[in-house]
């Protein structure tokens, strides 16, 4: 199931998903980890969750990610508990409030909530979409980055200060673009250490 984790600036292997030395920059994503490649059977299970609305699924695959991390991948759980006193915090990717309540739940924040019970981290549904957003799926990369720009900010009651390092929770990367916008508002608003972590790539 897994592919070879890779930068998620120039999307090039990357030792644990680490950002290239080289590709950092002040307000891009420190790191990018996926379960695998978006291909049946994650695929099917991922559009089983969103569309067919199987709740369910959030919890296998939250429980297949742990696994993994444990069996495969101990990069990001020992970065994690080396870092917890500093105060991680897992926050999904918000969907807009109407597609939300059309399908009754957002996958990335059910999946969210599963890791951080497992993992004993904070969640927080600290990011909320400001404007109505085209769906991603048949847009090119550069009509992507367009299409998700400014469509992002920090919720009002939450603040970043306390938990500054991040494991923001996404379904699917393809280009990037929506998790880089986030990153860029979180980073804004103080976090100092902002991971992807999605199912498929």
């Known amino acids: 199931m ?16 680490q950002t290239h030395p080289i590709c950092k920059s002040r307000f891009g994503l420190d790191g990018l980890w996926n379960l695998g490649i978006y291909k049946n059977p994650l695929r099917s299970a991922i559009q089983t969750l969103k569309y067919r609305r199987v709740r369910g699924l959030a919890e296998v695959l939250a429980d297949i990610i742990l696994e993994y991390w444990i069996k495969y991948q101990p990069f990001i759980l020992d970065k994690i508990k ?8 897992i926050i999904p990717v918000p969907l807009y409030f109407w597609r939300e309540n059309s399908r009754g739940f ?6 969210g909530q599963i890791l951080s ?5 904070d969640y927080c549904d ?4 400001i404007r109505y957003t085209k769906s991603q799926v048949k847009l090119k990369s550069k009509d992507r980055q367009k299409n998700i720009k400014n469509a992002f900010a920090v919720s009002k009651p939450y603040t970043l200060d ?15 673009s929506t998790l880089k916008e986030c990153c860029c508002v979180l980073k804004r608003a103080g976090a100092k250490s902002v991971w992807a972590i999605t199912l498929a790539r």
């Open 2 to 17: 897994q592919k070879e984790l890779v930068c998620p600036i120039c999307e090039r292997s990357a030792m644990g998903g």
């Open 82 to 89: 080396r870092d917890k006193r500093k105060g991680w915090m």
């Open 106 to 111: 957002n996958q990335s924040s059910l999946v």
């Open 117 to 121: 019970k497992s993992l004993g981290l």
């Open 126 to 129: 600290a990011l909320k979409r």
């Open 162 to 176: 306390p938990k500054p390092y991040i494991l923001l929770i996404d379904d699917v990367w393809t280009t990037g």
